[in-house]
């Protein structure tokens, strides 16, 4: 049982180039996010989804998209990057009750944008 | 507004003293409440849920005051490995999203 996976775990970028990011979990969770941890910010969630084939816009959704195809991943996208995406992003999941159930995170990509 | 806001610290205090972290939150209708612990370069992992009667969980104590819209985490008995940065979580009454405070920072010292 590995919990939530993410790759890769470190990337550096140029400006305008593109890249995904894979998040998959083998726990059956329903929901699954991703968020974007800056210093003095916090962790900001950039999209969500509910279940297979939904997503929805967190609070900072500008600049990535994402899709969950199939339950157990969750593909976050930048189309071309910008030096304001260099950020440590972590992906989560959860059961649907969110008032009873965690949030189990990823270990985290760094990624750096030049 | 921010949804939820935290003191960063850092707090630095000495093995086996009590120290004291707040939280407030801006959404009234906000429905559940969660302290995580993030060690440096780590994800954040759940510490403790924190009900409206408050909750022990042996050195851990978390407490909620809704009319003042304010949680807070109570560690006793500092340990070295309590040495972490703190983030209060709360739950948007839709449900579907949580909000994360920026994180208090906690070292203990030999």
């Known amino acids: 049982n590995a919990g939530v996976t993410q790759t890769p775990k470190f990337r550096v970028l140029k400006t305008g180039q593109s890249m995904t990011l894979l998040c998959a979990q083998d726990m059956n969770h329903e929901y699954m996010y991703w968020y974007r941890q800056d210093p003095g910010m916090g962790l900001r969630l950039i999209h969500y989804?509910?279940?297979?084939?939904?997503?929805a816009k967190g609070e900072v959704p500008d600049g990535y998209n994402v899709s969950r195809l199939k339950k157990q991943n969750f593909l976050l996208g930048l189309e071309s990057a910008a030096p304001s995406q260099t950020s440590v992003y972590f992906c989560a999941s959860s059961y649907s009750d969110t008032s009873k159930y965690e949030q189990y995170f990823g270990p985290g990509t760094r990624l750096t944008v030049t | 507004r921010k949804e939820v806001e935290q003191d960063p610290g850092p707090f630095n205090v000495p093995e086996g003293a009590t120290v004291a972290f707040n939280c407030t939150y801006s959404n009234s209708a906000s429905q559940s409440f969660f302290w995580y612990r993030q060690d440096c370069r780590k994800e954040p992992k759940l510490l403790m849920s924190?009900?409206?009667s408050g909750n022990e969980d042996g050195r851990f104590t978390a407490q909620l005051n809704r009319a003042s819209q304010y949680i807070s985490l109570l560690i006793r008995d500092s340990k070295l490995s309590d040495s972490a940065t703190y983030l209060c979580v709360v739950i948007a009454n839709t449900g579907n999203q949580f909000y994360f405070g920026t994180g208090t920072s906690l070292t203990v010292i030999p």
């Open positions: 924190v009900y409206s």
């Open positions: 989804s509910v279940g297979e084939g939904t997503t």
